[in-house]
């Protein structure tokens, strides 16, 4: 058999943006061009890049006063999706591009006074979803698009009943992940939701990662498999003492165990790099 190989090390360097936006969103098309999403205290901001992050142009929906761009998902470098977030329910949008971030269509407004968008996921480039907090207080919400966002509609109407206070996290735009056709988002109360049918229902499981403070449980899941994935998260209010923060699952988020040794900092993203964990 062969050895498994060892991590790859990575060297960063800072590079001006031009903005000082709090960003919250990252996709990464290619090895030279990306999107990222986020907010000043006044407006909401996506900027994109496609000279390996060398320069960064602002390419913000107009119209974005008010606004936190908390998700982006990307397909290449005219293609993308963005997720909004806002204080009027009217606030939560999904906002789509062709090209190049130089014209966005709001492909959908919010009408549901319950909800909160916290993010996405893609299968592809057309099929995709999207998690909402429970609008009614018992059932996460999970909107669907088959081409690629500029139409959504609801399913995931079997779905297990919500604990009561839980919902999800709009922290890094991976509180929901996808693999192959299955999908997984994961909650405040620690659990993970999974689908095996593109986000028409769903089963839940309990996994040991902190939770129940409204400020702690899972920010963000990867799977590089449709088995092998990770979990993690902490109390953004303790950021440097949030124990039982980095979980992992082999069977494809049946069972969940912590990872061992894992330093007690909160985390609000974690992918997979060749294999190896990267947070």
Known sequence: SLASAAPRGFAWHDTPTG???????????????????????????????TDRGSTWQDVSP????????????????????AMSIGGDPADFRIYVTADG????????????????????????DKRGLLVSDPPDGQHFLVLATDDGGLHWHVTGLQMPAALPGEAAFAASGECITSH??????????????????????????QTPVANGSGTNGINAL????????????????????????????SDGGLTWSLVPAAPAEYRSGVTWVDGHTAI
């Open 19 to 49: 903005t000082t936006a709090h960003f919250r969103g990252l996709a990464a098309v290619s090895a030279t061009t990306a999107w990222v999403s986020g907010y000043t205290p006044t407006d909401g901001v996506v900027l994109r890049t």
């Open 62 to 81: 107009s119209g974005a006063a008010g606004l936190q761009f908390r998700d982006i998902e990307a397909f290449d470098a005219n293609h993308a999706v």
């Open 101 to 124: 971030g130089q014209t966005w269509s709001i492909t959908q407004q919010n009408t549901n006074p319950g909800a909160f968008y916290d993010c996405m996921t893609f299968f592809n």
């Open 180 to 205: 192959g056709g299955r999908a997984w988002f994961g909650t405040t109360a620690g659990r993970v939701f999974r689908s095996d049918d593109g986000g028409a229902s769903w089963t839940v499981s």
């Open 222 to 249: 990867a799977f590089r498999s449709a088995q092998h994935g990770l979990a993690v998260g902490g109390d953004f209010l303790a950021p440097a003492a949030s124990p039982d923060n980095f979980a992992s699952t």
